[in-house]
């Protein structure tokens, strides 16, 4: 498996490509911004993007969608407990000033429990609500696409609209029960990996608790 990303957009997120290199077929996961170079990065991979996959439907992981989809009109994947936030990213975009191109429809819901594919690799869709209702993880082993739930020393905030704390308990222990050399590609900053998070974030050691409203 080969992992490319760029860090687009006002809130510097990460947009991943995964390419099988096997079958040269390819996934962008969560286009937030900046679609020129989100597109550009597909085209020097040489592989055929099959679909868009979200971890969840904040703005600045959506917000490239309609400018790819132009380029390849690929499936959008999207778990349904996140299609409120979705219909209303143009609304929000405007709260922070940001220009944004409202994203066409989703195609196919995702669900706790379902496999996708790229190419010959499968991916398991662990539903993880916290920071988003609809908030999902990609985990195949030693790797997880994991959004805005856990970065290297913190996590995603749990005081936006439609946000769970109690939730966002349940799925961080969730995920740090997972192999600690699992490598964990965030929605945010650098790589990390959950044995390191394990020993050294504050969240998962104990040392911080997740912000209640």
């Not at 687009?8 to 911004?33: C, H, I, K, M, W």
């Not at 991979?45 to 790819?68: C, Q, R």
């Not at 190419?119 to 999902?136: I, Q």
Request: glycine share 10%; proline share 8%; aromatic share 6%.
């Amino acid at each position: 498996m080969k992992v490319d990303w760029r860090t687009v957009g006002a809130f510097q997120e990460n947009s991943y490509l995964v390419v099988d290199p096997v079958t040269r077929r390819a996934v962008l996961v969560d286009p937030g911004a900046e679609a020129e170079q989100l597109i550009e990065m597909v085209r020097a991979s040489g592989a055929t993007l099959d679909a868009i996959w979200l971890t969840h439907a904040h703005i600045d992981h959506i917000g490239a969608i309609a400018g790819v989809k132009r380029a390849w009109d690929v499936p959008i994947y999207l778990h349904p407990a996140d299609q409120p936030l979705y219909e209303r990213g143009a609304m929000q975009a405007a709260v922070y000033g940001l220009a944004f191109e409202q994203p066409p429809a989703p195609d196919h819901e995702l669900a706790e429990g379902d496999v996708v594919s790229v190419g010959s690799l499968d991916f398991d869709v662990l539903h993880v609500p916290g920071h988003a209702p609809g908030h999902v993880a990609f985990v195949r082993q030693g790797c997880m696409l994991g959004g805005d739930l856990l970065f290297a020393g913190s996590i995603g905030r749990t005081d936006l609209p439609l946000s769970d704390p109690e939730r966002m308990t349940e799925s961080l222990e969730r995920v740090a029960a997972l192999p600690e050399e699992t490598l964990v590609y965030p929605g945010h900053g650098p790589a990390t990996s959950i044995g390191q998070e394990r020993a050294t974030n504050p969240f998962l050691t104990g040392v911080a608790r997740v912000v209640r409203r």
